[in-house]
């Protein structure tokens, strides 16, 4: 048996579900005794069969990838119930595996497979789908790249219709369900249950889900941004949510203007203040990015012509 | 002066992990430590949190990177992406040299996040020292490789661990990150001298080396980094700067935390096997 025909044969015993007892299957896909199929290729020891030294990895493997989720998505966790959750991730997991070498990316896949499994979702699955983009929006603001910021002084040259550029990190979510608030009260309740039981904490995520639960579907606009490394879920109109939309599409700023307001019967000058109050907020929370090389619009604040 | 060739930072001494739950304290009270290892995946991002600690970090110490995800001995070639991106986090962390491990984790772009161990048998040696050659060349910063800890052996292996480390180090003329805790975990799973295994690899080659400890089960011992080092370990340790002489030393604890200064005490106690070494030398 090569190197090859090893790897292959390992990462597929590896990577298959455990039994309900957290043990490895004692047979393989095909059907075959897992026994057999580990003595093939792996000695036993004294104390250990070959069966149980692959075991350990396969229960490793399992142990390893199920905390990483759990860890990502605490927020859909408590939608769905602990149970439900761990079994919504192996089936996930079986489906679609790590592809990246790194674990930050193992739920980046989540919310499209869900779409087609809505049954693990039932009967929240629009809250539990909402939860779960703004959980991976929540990944993506933490470490996306930042560039260095529009300052006041980046002043605009010569055309009169420029084009802004959001922060890579900032996140544009559009959801019907108010899980911003239910998961910063999940994550109180996390919190809390490491000075109080967890029969308290469970109590508590499950009042605050019902609370949401119970509201009435409706379209809410957040920003999933960072502050000094921080994470923030700001809500915003619609209007200023189509124009940022808008904006992160590359459109010119009169046409995310134009965007924004469409089908609104709104005064020339009440919209000069409204967009310039969105300017004046977002600008100080650091969501526009100064001009590079590449951009044609601006003058830097070093008076360097872009 | 190095201790051998591969060791040019005799002077690293004793280094510790550089882990969440103790950035506060550091970048608070910036207490001497002579330098920090970090693991590379952790840091190979865009921005955000860890970037911006990191970047406070290196502006007091030295950081070495290890990896955990290279992979040296899986089928497919490097990724370029991540080669990319390690190399990027090399330019900013300066990194003298860089490790990862001896093992495989994944097959054609599937991966199990684990240290999964190697055949070992000549073909395997020949294709990971290819790949270990074409990383170096990629990233133009020295490699030094470490061996696993282990659960499982196979029929189709033609020599011993250390034999293999030796054979795959050679070829691809590259350094050993010699972990004698995993020598010493390894050791009581398959039923070796772990003794045998440090005087068997090429002391000339040895870069570094990590110490840590581990949890014993029924059956088996698990490298689960989240205990002191034992004294067997520290006996594989005095006995392997015995024969490397001066090498840079790094304590791995990487679950159950405790306090920094608990880390770090634990770390310096190889400060001593260094001085009674320069004793009886």
């Known amino acids: 048996m090569n190197l090859l025909e090893i790897q292959h044969r390992m990462l597929d015993a590896v990577m298959q579900p455990l039994t309900n007892d957290e043990q490895m299957q004692p047979h393989n896909r095909d059907g075959r005794s897992m026994h057999d199929v580990a003595a093939e290729f792996i000695k036993p020891n004294d104390r250990l069969s070959s069966f149980e030294r692959l075991e350990i990895y396969n229960r490793q493997y399992w142990f390893r990838v199920l905390a990483s989720l759990d860890e990502d998505f605490r927020g859909l966790r408590a939608i769905i119930g602990p149970r439900r959750f761990e079994a919504l991730c192996k089936a996930y997991l079986i489906e679609c595996p790590s592809e990246s070498f790194t674990l930050r990316n193992l739920g980046s896949r989540l919310e499209w497979w869900l779409r087609s499994h809505p049954e693990h979702l039932q009967p929240r699955a629009g809250l539990a789908l909402d939860m779960v983009r703004l959980e991976w929006a929540e990944i993506e603001a933490f470490d996306g790249a930042a560039e260095p910021v529009l300052v006041p002084g980046d002043v605009l040259a010569s055309d009169p219709d420029p084009r802004f550029r959001l922060q890579p990190y900032v996140q544009l979510l559009s959801v019907h369900y108010a899980v911003d608030d239910l998961l910063v009260a999940v994550r109180k309740d996390d919190s809390d249950s490491e000075m109080a039981s967890n029969a308290v904490s469970e109590h508590g995520k499950r009042t605050h889900l019902r609370k949401v639960a119970r509201q009435k579907p409706q379209a809410i606009f957040l920003v999933v941004h960072r502050v000094d490394d921080s994470i923030y879920f700001k809500r915003i109109e619609s209007e200023a949510f189509k124009f940022l939309k808008a904006l992160r599409e590359g459109k010119s700023l009169s046409v995310a203007v134009m965007q924004a307001f469409e089908g609104r019967d709104i005064q020339e000058n009440k919209l000069l203040t409204t967009v310039q109050g969105w300017f004046e907020n977002w600008s100080s929370l650091g969501w526009f990015c100064a001009p590079n090389s590449t951009d044609q619009d601006f003058i830097s604040a070093s008076g360097r012509q872009s | ?281």
């Open chain 2, 1 to 281: 002066m190095p201790a051998n060739p591969f060791n040019g930072f005799t002077d690293f001494g004793v280094g510790i992990g550089l882990r969440v739950p103790h950035y506060r304290h550091i970048l608070a009270e910036k207490p001497v430590v002579s330098w920090f290892e970090i693991i590379s995946e952790n840091y190979m991002l865009d921005g955000g949190r860890p970037l911006h600690v990191l970047d406070q970090i290196l502006d007091r110490y030295r950081v070495v990177q290890h990896g955990v995800s290279m992979y040296f001995g899986s089928p497919e070639p490097p990724n370029r992406e991540h080669l990319k991106k390690l190399k990027t986090l090399g330019k900013r962390t300066q990194t003298p040299w860089l490790t990862d491990h001896l093992c495989w984790g994944s097959v054609d772009g599937t991966y199990s996040h684990d240290l999964l161990p190697m055949p070992y048998t000549f073909e395997a040696a020949r294709h990971t020292a290819q790949k270990i050659r074409e990383v170096r060349d990629f990233l133009e910063i020295p490699i030094a490789v470490e061996n696993v800890s282990s659960y499982a052996e196979f029929h189709v292996s033609e020599m011993t661990e250390w034999q293999f480390l030796t054979e795959v180090v050679e070829l691809a003329d590259c350094g050993i990150l010699l972990d004698v805790n995993n020598i010493y975990v390894s050791s009581r799973n398959h039923n070796f001298n772990p003794l045998d295994y440090v005087n068997g690899v090429p002391a000339e080659r040895v870069a570094q080396i990590h110490i840590a400890g581990h949890s014993k089960f029924e059956k088996y011992i698990l490298d689960t980094h989240d205990h002191p080092v034992i004294d067997p370990v520290w006996k594989l340790y005095s006995r392997a700067i015995e024969r490397a002489g001066r090498t840079a030393t790094l304590l791995e604890w990487d679950d159950k935390i405790p306090s920094f200064e608990e880390v770090h005490n634990e770390a310096l106690k190889a400060n001593q096997f260094v001085a009674d070494m320069a004793v009886t030398s």
